[in-house]
């Protein structure tokens, strides 16, 4: 007798929050990052409505993260639970990976887990790279805009033998041409070429596993007035200069014990990194060399409903860093312990960790943490999460952009450690539309510091002035996210955040500087039914937000403190044929440029030349196109 064949087929998002984790832990794949045109990091987070991405200066085009409405510095952003893109890579890291590299990203609201460190204070970012042992045999992208950016990535993964697999990564981006689309007389985008490169090892043993490999590159560009401004006035022009270069080494061994579901492993990195840059006659100056070393031993007791992990860390950081006269170098070592404790039970599960640090220079902190899911019904499911995370802040490359304006620093009169407690929650809730999937999330988290370091631009006009808090600072956010799919075929996502971000600013509570109070995003996706069409179209509404007051170059203070409300709209078309993907997008399809983005432009060594109340986008419309080429491996293999 045949039986007629039967095919069980399930439909995966490329974006999604994880049901199995305590945590909340936002899942978004490769798939995701296609939508857009994501040729490095900080274009990675274009449909997301949980990161945003914010440009810091008008001059350099320096990119930033925010999560919850706070700077990315609080945010912890891990290469595989690596730490990653700390110390002098804060500013301009997030140019340093190519998108297409990455295989998933996990984003975590609130502390995070204790196994993954203590810096961890409004949420953390786990990148995912393409892994030696399952990446494409060949991938190719060739990427070029109308602004003459021209990017070329490369990826290859092969076996060496039954054991070992390798994988070569390669990035190649440059800015050939001048772009003054708001004449304001200055470079919308730094020209330059940025080149990174990735080889990783994998092994696979009976006993053991081990990766290990090594990340470098350089980035160098120059940005600054234009060369028509330059020709004419060649003794004395306002010229920005970047020059970055990295390397790394990384390792993770894990050792299978004789007792099953338990193990011990050992991650290592080994970083070094020096950046010099600067805008106009204002110089930074830095060279750091990095060490980090996190052993854990994962088991259980009694069952596996009953996890447990323990570990040592340690974190050695060499950094000497100057800007104008100022110099702030520092020597820390951070040895620290931890343990996690984690229940999985049929409808309650929960997650305690507790770890303690010594800082050679702040002494002893102790971090708590705790995660807990209730599975209310069987496609609802409710979180909380509370939390403590700390970290040193480093005034000087945490705001190196704010030398694009003629203030002067005020430096702190001492460093003490930031530290934060995180509170919060979630809901989300599954349904069936239309008999498809859909999905509504609720979260809300509330950060409160007990200390931070204050950048105040008010204080006295005519500077910047560090200081630690005298008073209270606090962050409310609130976000709404539904996402359906009326068809097989389409994919709807919609978002609602508000940010209530406020600090106390010499006795008196107000609003942070440049964070919109509310933002909503659309995202539509839909592929035909041979999947040979695929359409993706994103909408951002952002909202007002609080601006610095400044001098204006009339010697009167600015009237006008409140951003606009504007719309950012990016759309893509990608066409597959046998193993090429053709797209071709616009980023930006309205148009919208900040007016006034740089004050007193024509004058840029004034003392009322400022570039840094930024909120909006500096550069217009701009459209793209770009080739993919993927040869997959043999299934043998």
Same mark, same amino acid.
């Given at each position: ?175 050939? @041409? ?19 490169? @990735? ?228 809901? @989300? ?209």
């Amino acid at each position: 007798v045949l039986l007629p064949e039967v095919i069980a087929s399930y439909k995966k998002g490329t974006h999604s929050i994880s049901r199995l984790n305590t945590l909340h832990v936002e899942n978004i794949d490769a798939g995701e990052l296609r939508k857009a045109a994501c040729c490095n990091l900080s274009e990675s987070f274009e449909t997301n409505a949980s990161v945003d991405v914010n440009v810091t200066d008008a001059v350099s085009g320096a990119k930033k993260i925010q999560m919850m409405g706070l700077d990315g510095v609080y945010t912890q952003i891990q290469l595989e639970n690596i730490p990653y893109l700390r110390g002098l890579e804060t500013s301009f890291g997030l140019n340093s990976m190519s998108g297409t590299w990455i295989q998933s990203m996990q984003i975590t609201k609130g502390t995070g887990n204790v196994v993954n460190g203590y810096e961890s204070m409004a949420g953390l970012v786990n990148l995912e790279v393409k892994k030696p042992q399952n990446m494409e045999k060949v991938y190719l992208n060739v990427y070029g805009n109308a602004m003459g950016r021209m990017e070329l990535n490369f990826n290859t993964g092969f076996n060496l033998n039954d054991k070992w697999s390798s994988g070569w990564l390669g990035h190649a981006s440059t800015q050939l @041409m001048e772009n003054d689309r708001n004449n304001d007389g200055f470079r919308d985008q730094m020209i330059g070429t940025n080149v990174a490169l @990735m080889n990783r090892y994998h092994y696979q043993g009976n006993k053991m596993e081990a990766q290990f490999g090594y990340n470098a590159y350089w980035d160098r560009r120059n940005g600054g007035q234009m060369s028509n401004i330059r020709k004419t006035n060649p003794s004395s022009f306002f010229d920005v200069n970047l020059d970055s270069k990295h390397v790394d080494f990384y390792a993770k061994t894990g050792f299978f014990l004789k007792k099953p579901s338990t193990s011990i492993g050992v991650v290592y990195n080994l970083k070094y990194q020096s950046l010099q840059t600067n805008f106009g006659n204002r110089f930074f100056d830095g060279e750091e060399k990095r060490g980090y070393i996190n052993a854990i031993y994962d088991g259980y007791f009694g069952n596996t409903d009953h996890k447990i992990k323990v570990g040592v860390s340690g974190v050695y950081s060499d950094i000497t860093q100057s800007v104008d006269s100022l110099s702030d170098d520092r020597l820390e070592i951070v040895p620290g312990a931890f343990g996690e404790y984690t229940y999985t039970g049929s409808r309650l599960s929960s997650v305690l960790g507790v770890r303690g640090d010594y800082h050679n220079l702040y002494g002893f902190q102790f971090s708590p943490r705790l995660h807990l899911k209730y599975i209310l019904t069987e496609i609802t499911d409710l979180r909380f999460t509370v939390g403590k995370g700390w970290r040193v802040p480093n005034y000087m490359i945490d705001n190196v952009s704010l030398m694009s304006s003629s203030k002067q620093w005020i430096a702190p009169s001492e460093t003490k450690p930031e530290i934060s407690w995180n509170i919060g929650g979630s809901v @989300m809730q599954e349904f069936k539309m239309f008999k498809q999937n859909g999905s509504l999330t609720v979260d809300f988290y509330h950060t409160r510091f007990e200390n931070q370091l204050i950048v105040d631009r008010e204080e006295n006009i005519n500077a910047i002035k560090f200081t630690n808090l005298e008073g209270k600072s606090y962050s409310n956010s609130l976000q709404v996210e539904l996402a359906i799919n009326p068809l097989k075929t389409l994919e709807l996502r919609f978002a609602y955040k508000y940010l209530d971000v406020k600090a106390e600013y010499n006795g008196v509570m107000q609003q942070q500087v440049l964070v919109p109070e509310h933002r909503g995003l659309f995202n539509i996706g839909y592929k035909t039914r041979n999947k040979r069409w695929e359409y993706d179209l994103t909408t951002s509404i952002f909202g007002e937000s609080r601006l610095p007051q400044v001098n204006l170059p009339s010697g009167e203070l600015t009237t006008k403190n409140r951003s606009l409300a504007y719309p950012l709209i990016n759309a893509q078309i990608t066409h597959v044929y046998r193993k090429f993907d053709f797209y071709v997008g616009g980023e930006n399809i309205l148009n919208y440029k900040q007016p006034d983005a740089i004050i007193d432009a024509e004058n840029p060594f004034s003392s009322t030349f400022n570039a840094t109340r930024i909120w909006g986008p500096i550069v217009g419309a701009n459209v793209y196109a770009g080739v993919r080429f993927t040869i997959e491996r043999d299934k043998e293999e």
